[in-house]
């Protein structure tokens, strides 16, 4: 079978057939179309909506050329992956001098311990770092170090952690996995204290995305502090979203929270494979007493491009920059919404990471597909990121893009009905 590639001598003018070649030829390779869940044909647009593109050729600073050859402005920012811009040009620069000075090798890269230290000396409660590549694995080798650490096995968790087999129920994933994790909801502080007590002296630790949809309440916090605490449990934070995003110690730095570990990926390279486990020395030298350990954890590009981020927030306050650009798109996104009349849609989230919530999936979908027209990609639910790229221009594209796909929508729906007004 022979190799194919892009040729950008294909694109030319947008192409539509070329959109649906490349889900095509991508269904036929790849179950579902997308090795990322987030980024199926399905999960952008909807399982019952006609799909818009779903590959690309290039991306810079806030904007992306579709495989079709549609320039959009991404509100997405790669699933929150890309706070500084996408080829941010110093990140960019950082990884090309490390591939050119070879990224791996038999002995561990010199910025292993570098980017170890620098994270240490940035988020308080740092004191031991272990290096691994993705969100999902990080915060499973955290979960081991707390029970390495405790000798215990009942861990409870609120969020989301990934695909892999401790937290999930799902198919091909054996009753046994996870039998000693409980989910609680998020901010439910009666459940989370009745699952504590039903773990008793078994619990390990208790895992939290702190920030789902909204801010958390303090009670919360303070009862996953007070019940870790309590138990001798490990209290860990998955920091993946919210990391060098609300602060560049997440949401604990944020708010002012200490947890034991902390877990971090997504923007801490912007972009780049690279996630991290951090924490008080006394739970992750555990760490060294189980086994956690990956081929190219340590391999030296995704480390240079932390290197030249962490370089941004030591120049700049880059999460201010993210709060502050995330409040102006999400007001400029309201204002549409207000102005259109079409009922039914809230703006929710917090500004680096907002999203907005439809009283009907279908609706959303005739949204997002209106939005795409006007050259905006939104993201399908939770959540749309804020990034430094996107600067006033953009956001005032964004503004006309959810406004132009709102009255549309609320045309559309008002001459379904006959001409009543819906809103």
């Keep these: 079978m022979s190799m194919t590639r892009f040729d950008e001598a294909e694109l030319g003018e947008e192409d539509e057939d070329t959109e649906r070649e490349w889900r095509e030829r991508a269904a036929q390779v790849i179950p579902g179309g997308a ?9 952008l647009y909807g399982a019952d909506s006609a799909p818009g593109p779903t590959h690309f050729v290039s991306a810079r600073g806030c904007r992306l050329v579709t495989a079709g050859g549609a320039e959009l402005i991404d509100c997405t920012m790669a699933l929150g992956a890309v706070a500084l811009g996408y080829a941010d040009e110093a990140v960019t620069d950082a990884v090309v001098r490390a591939a050119m000075e070879g990224h791996v090798s038999g002995l561990s890269h010199a910025l292993e311990v570098e980017i170890a230290e ?26 081991r170090i707390a029970r390495a650490h405790t000798g215990r096995s009942r861990v409870i968790g609120s969020g989301y952690f990934g695909w892999l087999d401790w937290s999930n129920d799902v198919a091909g994933v054996p009753a046994g996995a996870r039998r ?12 989370l204290e009745q699952a504590a007590t039903r773990a008793g002296d078994t619990l390990a630790a208790i895992v939290l995305e702190p920030v789902v949809e909204r801010l958390p309440s303090d009670a919360w916090i303070a009862a996953a502090r007070r019940l870790s605490e309590e138990r001798g449990a490990v209290l860990i934070f998955d920091e993946v979203k919210t990391g060098f995003r609300l602060h560049p110690a997440g949401y604990g730095g944020h708010a002012g929270v200490v947890p034991d570990i902390g877990v971090f990926g997504k923007a801490l390279a912007n972009g780049y ?16 007493t189980t086994w956690i350990s990956s081929t ?33 798109i999400r007001s400029a996104v309201a204002r ?25 999936p279908a609706r959303e979908a005739r949204f997002l597909a209106l939005a795409l027209e006007e050259g905006v990609l939104f993201k399908r639910g939770a959540y749309n990121f804020a990034s430094l790229a996107h600067d006033d221009e953009a956001v005032s594209a964004i503004e ?23 809103g």
């Design 180 to 191: 000693d994790c409980e989910t609680v909801p998020f901010d439910d502080v009666a459940r």
């Design 400 to 422: 006309s893009a959810a406004s132009a796909a709102l009255v549309r929508l609320r045309d559309e729906e008002e001459e379904s009905h006959g001409g009543a007004d819906v």
């Design 118 to 143: 620098r994270l240490c000396g940035l988020i308080p409660y740092a004191e031991r770092v272990r290096f691994l590549k993705t969100g999902a694995e990080a915060t499973a080798a955290a979960v």
């Design 35 to 43: 090795s990322t869940g987030s980024k199926r044909a399905a999960a």
């Design 336 to 360: 549409a919404v207000e102005a259109s009349r079409a009922g039914g849609i809230a703006i929710a989230g917090i500004a680096p990471m907002w999203f907005l919530r439809f009283d009907a």
């Design 296 to 328: 190219l954890a340590s391999e030296g590009t995704s480390l240079a491009a932390a290197g030249a981020v962490l370089d941004w927030h030591e120049r700049a306050d880059v999460c201010e920059g993210l709060w502050s650009t995330g409040e102006e």
């Design 273 to 288: 494979p690279l996630s991290a486990v951090l924490g008080r020395a006394t739970v992750m030298d555990a760490a060294q």
